[in-house]
């Protein structure tokens, strides 16, 4: 939880204060103290009796009334510092700087749980332990810097690490990123990442409230939690960038399927923050492009200009756009063009990239910038502007801080030149703007942006699925792999499409089975999971003495209790599969079969259930997409259907949670249907 005493606090007491400014208790002081901290300060130190000019008491029961305890002194003092402020002197809200805690041993973790009682028994607040603090217009509680300056306009930033909070903020000042409020949660112990942001969207104030929100997440507690506060705020006109930390093989496991060996944790963050409309970062540089981006006025479109006087940057720029699926396209010859080129010096160039050249002025900026504006089919304009130190440039970067208060359509800045021309571009920065010193940064940034989507509106009721029918089914199963005759049963009542397929116990059953199946068929062994593996699969039997002869090959591997035969389909190899992970749900994977889900793993994920928007955004994430639409002549699938069957598949498991993991590989897929081939379930109740 948050109290209001932790963000607007009348009075702030720092116990284990110090004369010293290297200690972490003499520099939350100092920070206070600099950043001008209006209400009323006290020091605890037991041996002094002033601490940077402030009064120092000697013990926190000589206090009097305080909002804010910042804690800087051992872990093992910090409960009877906590009880006595909260019982005594009516301390609503804790920061615990200090370590020490759940983060070091057992004994530790006791003591982080003893103080949260404690805290929750006053209706009080607590950030951390072991954490830096927290920095809002009202008060720089915190023991490092950078402390920038803090202001509506800005953006709110929650981390789950302090030294990494710090390393974000000194990565976003340079680019003129600024900031409203930033919170450094440290163990979570009473208030996480999800609590934080519930409070900012419970309290958004439209035109008071920041727009743009931060995430550094080491652990996510409380997925649910997490996605509606995420996507009220985004509903709301907010944006959120955030990394997830932590993600490469945490959670991942050996499985017995494509599904269980892909799926991990990571790939149900992503699912979730796909579902919360979320950008996904991977890094401190990422994440701060994209909060710059976020900072600019939106890009509706995808066609850019990029105005340069410099090839290079030009060209890489054009690169890392249209590999993100955004659009340069020619500037079409007309009467504005060629008068446009007649105001550029001689070896300019009118196309796109817009080229003017290194001598080109602010002036010849304007005019461009104009044309992209009133003229040109274009929906925003990235300026790549810098200076090889011959001649002065702050007209030029002046010129182009008024065009970007005045145009409609979004301005990209890139001013690369940070030390040729520092003082120009730390005064356009200054003036309330971003830079982006990186072209490819902010190509890479802003195709993330705008691959996006927003929130996913999920229906409190389904037209896929009945969910008596299903608990029906799902109450007759066993723990373990179901039977054919269960898996068939779920998914025609899902509505997934298979192939007919009928299991045979002896030669005469499958005999009938082909013919009325119709050749040519497909047999496989009942039993073993791994069927390849054991040579368990016969393709393309197409007459009674084969079927008769493969009955009794099939039947005779181990583990064989009966042998299934199928309709012989073809098409393009899908997959689709889940999993049930811990907190987060059913997570959806799907993707093209074969290689591409083996070795590439080129697969996305989503949480159930999904919308068809949901699983439209899933497939054209994939990096098959292309050949799943038709590429060079060769047929694609109806994706239409594959998305409803990844919806159907989504609905069918939001009632059968017992359902752990699912694997449907292949689908088979053509232009005019989709059948799933194979199928494997596996129950836990």
């Known amino acids: 939880m948050i109290h209001e005493k932790l963000l607007r606090p009348r009075s702030i007491v720092v116990v284990g204060a110090s004369n010293n400014v290297t200690k972490p208790g003499g520099k939350v002081i100092k920070n206070l103290l600099d950043h001008q901290y209006k209400g009323d300060l006290f020091a605890v130190n037991p041996k002094e009796n002033s601490i940077q000019g402030i009064p120092s008491f000697t013990d926190v029961s000589d206090l009097p009334d305080i909002d804010l305890a910042i804690l800087a002194i051992p872990a093992r003092f910090c409960l009877d510092a906590v009880t006595e402020l909260a019982e005594e002197h009516d301390t609503k809200a804790f920061i615990i700087i200090s370590a020490g805690f759940g983060e070091q041993d057992a004994k530790g973790k006791e003591l982080e749980k003893q103080i949260v009682e404690v805290v929750n028994k006053n209706g009080a607040c607590l950030i951390g332990p072991n954490c830096i603090g927290v920095m809002t217009p ?398 368990g699969v016969v393709l393309n039997i197409r007459n009674v003495g084969d079927v008769r002869k493969e009955f009794h090959h099939l039947a005779g591997i181990e583990g064989a209790e009966g042998v299934l035969i199928a309709q012989m389909a073809s098409g393009m190899e899908l997959f689709l599969g889940a999993t049930y992970e811990d907190t987060f749900g059913h997570v959806i994977l799907c993707g093209m079969g074969g290689i591409y889900v083996e070795v590439m793993k080129d697969v996305a994920s989503g949480l159930a259930p999904l919308t068809l928007s949901e699983a439209h955004s899933m497939i054209r994430s994939l990096k098959s997409y292309k050949l799943l639409k038709g590429y060079r002549k060769q047929p694609g699938i109806d994706i239409d259907r594959y998305a409803e069957i990844i919806v159907r598949l989504s609905w069918l498991l939001r009632y059968a949670t017992e359902i752990k993991e699912i694997d449907i590989n292949p689908l088979l897929g053509n232009a005019s249907e989709i059948l799933a081939v194979d199928a494997r379930i596996r129950v836990e109740k």
Do not use: W
């Not at 979570?188 to 727009?211: F, H, M, R």
């Not at 104009?370 to 030029?396: K, R």
């Not at 065009?403 to 003082?423: G, R």
């Not at 929130?455 to 608990?471: C, G, H, I, M």
């Open 138 to 535: 009202y008060h720089a509680s915190v023991f490092t810097t950078p402390v920038p300056p803090l202001t509506p306009e800005g953006c709110d930033f929650i981390s789950g690490s302090g030294a990494t909070a710090v390393f974000i903020i000194e990565s976003g000042i340079p680019k003129g990123l600024r900031f409203a409020n930033i919170f450094s949660v440290g163990n979570s112990a009473q208030t996480g990442v999800e609590d934080v942001l519930a409070y900012l969207d419970e309290n958004y104030e439209e035109g008071v409230s920041s727009k743009v929100k931060l995430l550094y997440v080491e652990n996510i507690n409380d997925p649910d939690k997490l996605l509606f506060h995420a996507s009220s705020l985004i509903n709301k006109g907010c944006k959120i960038a955030a990394i997830k930390a932590g993600s490469s093989d945490a959670g991942s496991r050996a499985a017995s399927s494509h599904t269980g060996a892909l799926t991990s944790s990571d790939a149900a963050v992503d699912a979730l923050f796909r579902k919360a409309g979320i950008v996904r970062c991977y890094g401190r540089e990422e994440l701060t492009t994209v909060a710059s981006v976020f900072m600019c006025k939106p890009l509706t479109g995808r066609k850019l200009a990029i105005v340069t006087h410099a090839g290079g940057p030009g060209v890489m720029l054009t690169d890392a756009l249209e590999d993100g699926g955004l659009k340069i396209p020619a500037i079409e010859d007309s009467p504005t063009k060629d008068a446009l080129l007649q105001k550029l010096f001689p070896g300019s160039s009118v196309e796109n990239p817009i080229d003017f050249l290194a001598t080109g002025t602010a002036e010849q900026l304007g005019e461009i910038i104009d044309a992209c504006e009133n003229d040109f089919d274009v929906d925003g304009m990235a300026v790549i502007f810098g200076s090889p130190g011959l001649f002065p440039i702050g007209d030029v970067y002046d010129l182009l801080s008024e065009k970007m208060k005045v145009c409609q359509k979004p301005i990209y800045p890139i001013l690369p030149s940070i030390i040729n021309v520092k003082e120009d571009v730390a005064h356009f920065i200054a003036r309330g703007n971003v830079n982006f010193p990186d072209e490819v940064l902010l190509g890479r940034a802003l195709t993330k942006v705008m691959h996006t989507s927003p929130p996913a509106l999920v229906s409190a009721t389904n037209p896929y699925v009945d969910p008596a029918k299903v608990r029906e089914i799902i109450a007759q199963t066993h723990n373990g792999y179901q039977a054919p005759e269960v898996i068939h049963n779920l998914f025609d009542l899902a509505g997934i499409p298979r192939v007919k397929e009928l299991v045979a116990t002896n030669e005469t059953e499958a005999v009938l089975a082909a013919m009325n199946i119709g050749f040519p068929v497909v047999m496989k062994v009942v039993g073993p999971v791994h069927k390849t593996e054991v040579g």
